[in-house]
C-alpha cells in the first residue's frame, strides 16, 4: 500500500510538473514577429510582396508538421491575398517553381479598403481557433524550416493586384506576426514522460504484488 | 540776400521736407493695409484647407489600367457664390500621406487631379471636364521615400490657364464651390492613400494596435492684386519723391553756380 501510494504521488507529482513546465508545454508553439520588408515584386504571372524572414535558429525537429497557425499582417487594399512560407527572399517565382514555396491556405482580406489595417488571420487568437494547414504545406514549412533553420514569408497576389504592404506607417515600424502549433508523429516529450510514468506505475504495482 | 536766403534749400532741407511727409505716407500705407485686411481671403493671395484623407482607390481607371485613389474634398470657405476673380490660381501644392511602389518615379510618377466633389467616374469626369489634371507628380523619390506610408509635401507647381480655367469651372459648378483631389497613375495599381494607418507596437511585449488618422492639405495660390496695388502706389511714390528732390537740388545747384546762393 505505501508503494501505490509513493507511485501515485510520483505520478502525480511528474504531471504536475509536466503541466507547470513551459518549456516543455511550448515545445510544439514556435511564434515570432518583425518590420515588414515591403519589397514587391512583379513578373507579369503574379505579383508578391516579401515580408521578411523568421525564426531564425529554430530547428524543425524530428517527424513534425506545421498543424495550424496564426498570422497579423499589416496590410491595405487587400483581397484574398495569399500568404506564402518556405526558403527564399527574393524572386518569388523562382523559389515556388522550384518548390521551395508552400501555400499556407491563409488568405487576408482587408475589413475596409479605405485604410492600412492590421488583419489577424484567421481571427482574433483570443476567440478565433487557429487556421489548420493542409499537411502537405504543412509538412513543407517544417521541412523548410528543418533545412533552413528559418522561414521566408511572402503575400502573393495577381500580377498587378493593387494591395500595398509597408514596412512603416507614419514613422512607426509596421510589423508581421507568425504562429505556428506544430504537431507530431512521434510521441512529444510531454507524452514520453507520462507514458513512462505510467508504465513504471505499472510496475511498481506488480512487484508490490509478488512481494504480497 | 534776404529773399535769396528763403528761396535756397540745402540737400539737407530737402530730406527734412521728405520727413514731413513720412507722417502722411504711413496714414496711405495704414489705409492700404486696413484695405487689405477687408478683401476677401483670395485676394491674400494663399488659400489652404486641410481635410481628413477619403481612401477611396479606383482600379477601373485608364481602362483598368492604372488607379485612382482619392485625396478628399477640399473646402476653400468660398460660399455658395464666390466672385469670378476669387477663383483664379495660378500654382498649386499638396500634402499627402501615401504609400507608392518604387517605380513610381519620373513620368510613372501619379499625378494629381482636381474634380468636381462627388465624382465616381473619373474617367467619364476627364473627358466631360469635370475634372483636369495637372502638372503636379507625387514621385516615390519626394523625401521621405520608402516602402511605407509617408509623408509626403510638393513643391508649388505652376498651373497652366488651361487647368487654371478648368479648377475655376470645377470650384463655381459646385453649389459649395468645393473641389475633390485624386492621384492618379496610368499604369500602376499598388498605390495607397490611406484614410487612416495602424501597426503593430510590441514595444510592451505584447501586440497593440495603434490607429492614425490621416489627413491632406491643398494650398492655391491666386494673383495679388491688392499687393500689386501697394507696391506700385509705393513705387510711384517713391519716384515722384526722388525725382522732386533731383529737380531742386538740380535749380540750387544751378543757383550756386550762378553765385545766388552762399556756398
Same mark, same amino acid.
Given at each position: 500500500?505505501?508503494?501505490?501510494?509513493?507511485?501515485?504521488?510520483?505520478?502525480?507529482?511528474?504531471?504536475?510538473?509536466?503541466?507547470?513546465?513551459?518549456?516543455?508545454?511550448?515545445?510544439?508553439?514556435?511564434?515570432?514577429?518583425?518590420?515588414?520588408?515591403?519589397?514587391?515584386?512583379?513578373?507579369?504571372?503574379?505579383?508578391?510582396?516579401?515580408?521578411?524572414?523568421?525564426?531564425?535558429?529554430?530547428?524543425?525537429?524530428?517527424?513534425?508538421?506545421?498543424?495550424?497557425?496564426?498570422?497579423?499582417?499589416?496590410?491595405?487594399?487587400?483581397?484574398?491575398?495569399?500568404?506564402?512560407?518556405?526558403?527564399?527572399?527574393?524572386?518569388?517565382?523562382?523559389?515556388?517553381?522550384?518548390?521551395?514555396?508552400?501555400?499556407?491556405?491563409?488568405?487576408?482580406?482587408?475589413?475596409?479598403?479605405?485604410?492600412?489595417?492590421?488583419?489577424?488571420?484567421?481571427?482574433?487568437?483570443?476567440?478565433?481557433?487557429?487556421?489548420?494547414?493542409?499537411?502537405?504545406?504543412?509538412?513543407?514549412?517544417?521541412?523548410?524550416?528543418?533545412?533552413?533553420?528559418?522561414?521566408?514569408?511572402?503575400?502573393?497576389?495577381?500580377?498587378?493586384?493593387?494591395?500595398?504592404?509597408?514596412?512603416?506607417?507614419?514613422?512607426?515600424?509596421?510589423?508581421?506576426?507568425?504562429?505556428?502549433?506544430?504537431?507530431?508523429?512521434?510521441?512529444?516529450?510531454?507524452?514520453?514522460?507520462?507514458?513512462?510514468?505510467?508504465?513504471?506505475?505499472?510496475?511498481?504495482?506488480?512487484?508490490?504484488?509478488?512481494?504480497? | 540776400?534776404?529773399?535769396?536766403?528763403?528761396?535756397?534749400?540745402?540737400?539737407?532741407?530737402?530730406?527734412?521736407?521728405?520727413?514731413?511727409?513720412?507722417?502722411?505716407?504711413?496714414?496711405?500705407?495704414?489705409?492700404?493695409?486696413?484695405?487689405?485686411?477687408?478683401?476677401?481671403?483670395?485676394?491674400? /493671395?494663399?488659400?489652404?484647407?486641410?481635410?481628413?484623407?477619403?481612401?477611396?482607390?479606383?482600379?477601373?481607371?485608364?481602362?483598368?489600367?492604372?488607379?485612382?485613389?482619392?485625396?478628399?474634398?477640399?473646402?476653400? /470657405?468660398?460660399?455658395?457664390?464666390?466672385?469670378?476673380?476669387?477663383?483664379?490660381?495660378?500654382?498649386?501644392?499638396?500634402?499627402?500621406?501615401?504609400?507608392?511602389?518604387?517605380?513610381?518615379?519620373?513620368?510613372?510618377?501619379?499625378?494629381?487631379?482636381?474634380?468636381?466633389?462627388?465624382?465616381?467616374?473619373?474617367?467619364?469626369?476627364?473627358?466631360?471636364?469635370?475634372?483636369?489634371?495637372?502638372?503636379?507628380?507625387?514621385?516615390?523619390?519626394?523625401?521621405?521615400?520608402?516602402?511605407?506610408?509617408?509623408?509626403?509635401?510638393? /513643391?508649388?507647381?505652376?498651373?497652366?490657364?488651361?487647368?487654371?480655367?478648368?479648377?475655376?469651372?470645377?470650384?463655381?459648378?459646385?453649389?459649395?464651390?468645393?473641389?475633390?483631389?485624386?492621384?492618379?497613375?496610368?499604369?500602376?495599381?499598388?498605390?495607397?492613400?490611406?484614410?487612416?494607418?495602424?501597426?503593430?507596437?510590441?514595444?510592451? /511585449?505584447?501586440?497593440?494596435?495603434?490607429?492614425?488618422?490621416?489627413?491632406?492639405?491643398?494650398?492655391?495660390?491666386?494673383?495679388?492684386?491688392?499687393?500689386?496695388?501697394?507696391?506700385?502706389?509705393?513705387?510711384?511714390?517713391?519716384?515722384?519723391?526722388?525725382?522732386?528732390?533731383?529737380?531742386?537740388?538740380?535749380?540750387?545747384?544751378?543757383?550756386?553756380?550762378?553765385?545766388?546762393?552762399?556756398?
Amino acid at each position: 500500500m505505501p508503494h501505490l501510494i509513493r507511485s501515485i504521488a510520483f505520478l502525480a507529482i511528474g504531471i504536475l510538473q509536466l503541466v507547470s513546465s513551459p518549456s516543455v508545454l511550448k515545445a510544439d508553439i514556435i511564434s515570432d514577429f518583425k518590420q515588414q520588408s515591403g519589397v514587391s515584386e512583379d513578373s507579369g504571372i503574379r505579383r508578391a510582396v516579401y515580408l521578411g524572414r523568421l525564426f531564425n535558429g529554430v530547428t524543425g525537429g524530428p517527424f513534425r508538421r506545421m498543424d495550424s497557425m496564426y498570422a497579423i499582417v499589416t496590410i491595405a487594399q487587400a483581397t484574398n491575398v495569399q500568404l506564402y512560407a518556405g526558403d527564399g527572399n527574393a524572386n518569388f517565382d523562382s523559389a515556388f517553381s522550384q518548390g521551395k514555396m508552400f501555400d499556407s491556405g491563409i488568405r487576408i482580406t482587408n475589413r475596409t479598403q479605405n485604410g492600412t489595417e492590421v488583419i489577424f488571420a484567421p481571427g482574433d487568437p483570443a476567440t478565433t481557433p487557429p487556421f489548420k494547414i493542409d499537411v502537405p504545406a504543412g509538412v513543407g514549412i517544417n521541412d523548410s524550416l528543418a533545412a533552413n533553420n528559418r522561414l521566408d514569408f511572402w503575400l502573393v497576389g495577381d500580377t498587378n493586384a493593387g494591395f500595398t504592404v509597408p514596412s512603416t506607417v507614419a514613422g512607426n515600424n509596421a510589423n508581421f506576426f507568425i504562429r505556428f502549433d506544430r504537431s507530431t508523429a512521434v510521441p512529444e516529450p510531454a507524452s514520453v514522460m507520462l507514458a513512462s510514468a505510467g508504465l513504471g506505475f505499472v510496475v511498481l504495482r506488480l512487484r508490490s504484488r509478488k512481494k504480497k | 540776400m534776404e529773399s535769396t536766403l528763403v528761396q535756397c534749400e540745402t540737400p539737407r532741407l530737402t530730406w527734412n521736407f521728405a520727413r514731413m511727409k513720412t507722417l502722411r505716407l504711413a496714414t496711405l500705407l495704414m489705409l492700404f493695409l486696413c484695405q487689405q485686411s477687408s478683401v476677401g481671403l483670395v485676394h491674400a /493671395g494663399f488659400i489652404s484647407s486641410t481635410v481628413n484623407q477619403d481612401g477611396t482607390k479606383r482600379l477601373d481607371y485608364n481602362m483598368g489600367l492604372g488607379s485612382a485613389s482619392k485625396i478628399g474634398i477640399f473646402d476653400f /470657405g468660398f460660399g455658395a457664390n464666390p466672385s469670378p476673380e476669387s477663383l483664379i490660381f495660378i500654382k498649386a501644392r499638396i500634402r499627402l500621406w501615401v504609400q507608392l511602389p518604387p517605380d513610381a518615379i519620373g513620368d510613372l510618377a501619379p499625378e494629381i487631379v482636381f474634380a468636381k466633389a462627388g465624382t465616381t467616374d473619373l474617367n467619364q469626369a476627364l473627358i466631360t471636364g469635370d475634372a483636369v489634371k495637372t502638372d503636379i507628380r507625387i514621385s516615390f523619390n519626394l523625401f521621405p521615400s520608402g516602402n511605407g506610408v509617408v509623408e509626403k509635401t510638393t /513643391g508649388f507647381e505652376n498651373l497652366t490657364s488651361q487647368q487654371s480655367l478648368a479648377l475655376s469651372s470645377i470650384i463655381a459648378k459646385d453649389p459649395s464651390s468645393r473641389v475633390e483631389a485624386w492621384l492618379v497613375s496610368d499604369t500602376l495599381k499598388a498605390i495607397t492613400v490611406p484614410a487612416f494607418g495602424e501597426f503593430l507596437d510590441f514595444s510592451n /511585449g505584447f501586440p497593440i494596435v495603434t490607429v492614425k488618422r490621416f489627413t491632406a492639405t491643398l494650398d492655391l495660390v491666386a494673383p495679388e492684386p491688392s499687393s500689386n496695388i501697394i507696391f506700385a502706389g509705393f513705387g510711384l511714390l517713391c519716384v515722384r519723391r526722388f525725382w522732386t528732390a533731383r529737380k531742386k537740388w538740380t535749380s540750387n545747384r544751378y543757383k550756386e553756380i550762378a553765385g545766388l546762393c552762399p556756398t
